[in-house]
């Protein structure tokens, strides 16, 4: 967990992830690992919906509506749901 | 199934229910080859009333409407259904992911082949032994025998990851590491559940059940080996010993778990077929989401729950009371400890309520001709596990059972 998250980059969902929203914020299940994971907040829902089409995940976060003091919380969350490949790098359009 | 990262406010969350089931367990048949003595549906004979392929895909085309990311089939032996390998190919294109249980029956090697290049499909081959005589004395003649050529095909395949399901038993507890080199040699990985007291597992909790010192070894087997070896998040009543294991650790029924039957009943969770955690039929207006979303039942099990008897238990906020059918089908208050409470509660518990008429689970699909053992443990004795002595005699005693 100690890499830290390329914010600058683009970055998109995984094309076998699908994503289920909740109260709590939402869920994702990997088709290839059959794995579970949570995204738990709204905000970081409609983050991840932005992330295939923002030039960058910076950009996403801020289209999400996050302060700039909220995006080292929400780059660490990014970055868990990058080492469970949950997202990927996407190449600059 | 999930990650470690879950936070008791997600729990808590999780308390309230869902929009839809996160694991979905789908019996889509009571026929079955075997005549397992744990059986937790009492498997055996087809239901004449059994749905039909056509409202098998439209329950499918709910489950994709409702997001419902994969199913766990299972039975009796789903793939005695003619038309079950089109029923998985429908919910696959459907992008619905299908896990199914099977006693290896059907896993022939073409079958294998193609199982295994799909990404949408796993495979659950169960097995309660780490050796014949082990695994047989509960699932039958030949069974290990069938569940291992299913791993083989499969390993041969190139099927990778495929699940090996133990439901941990006094007779199988002490095979753990042999379930595990088992599970590398078919570079599959291993499942670990509980046993419950469902079905005809009624019939044989109290002589199949792990003892308290197996339970320990269990949990901290368990412990020691993380997330490499599932547990279906079946052990969290276990949770009470100190750390949780890892998963949700809660009771799921009705909030992200529920079972459809092969007639479309839904039920709590797959342990508890009783008519008191019925909470509706998928042919009834409105599908299964209006099931899911509107049934009494789970909204009430979607409400705080007050803990009753374990709310002054310093473990509560670990094991929160435990297994809801395993108390009902051991005749113990929902609210209170769990039968195998690590604490001791309920045996105490039991030897209380010990003579007071336990509910029976609903319907029976067993085999009228092939009569199931009720009991492993008065076979004669012979090669094999070591026998335990039926408690039999204990059975009056309102401390039996009872281990200071």
Redesign the interface.
Known sequence: MAESFDLDRPWQLHPQVSVRPERFGALLYHFGTRRLSFLKSPALLTVIRELGDAPSAREACLRAGLAPAELPAYAAALQTLASSQMIRPREPA | ???R???P??VE?FQYG???P?CLTWELTYACNLACVHCLSSSGRRDPRELSTAECRAVIDELQRM?V??VNIGGGEPTVRPDFWDLVDYATAH?V?V?FSTNGVKITPERAESLAAS??V?VQISLDGATAVVNDAVRGPGSYATALRAMQNLARAGFRGFKISVVVTRQNADQLDDFKAIAERFGAQLRLTRLRPSGRGADVWDELHPTASQQRQLYDWLVARGEQVLTGDSFFHLAAYGDPLPGLNLCGAGRVVCLIDPVGDVYACPFAIHENFLAGNVRDPGGFAAVWRDSELFAGLRRPQTGGACRSCSAYDSCRGGCMAAKFFTGLPLDGPDPECVKGHGERARAAVAGAPVPRPFGNHSHRSRPVPVSIGRRPAGPGPARHRPDRACDEDPLAGFRP
């Open positions: 199934m999930t990650q990262g879950s936070t406010a997600l969350q869902l929009d839809a996160i997001q990311f994969y992008r992911g896990k990404d949408y796993d």
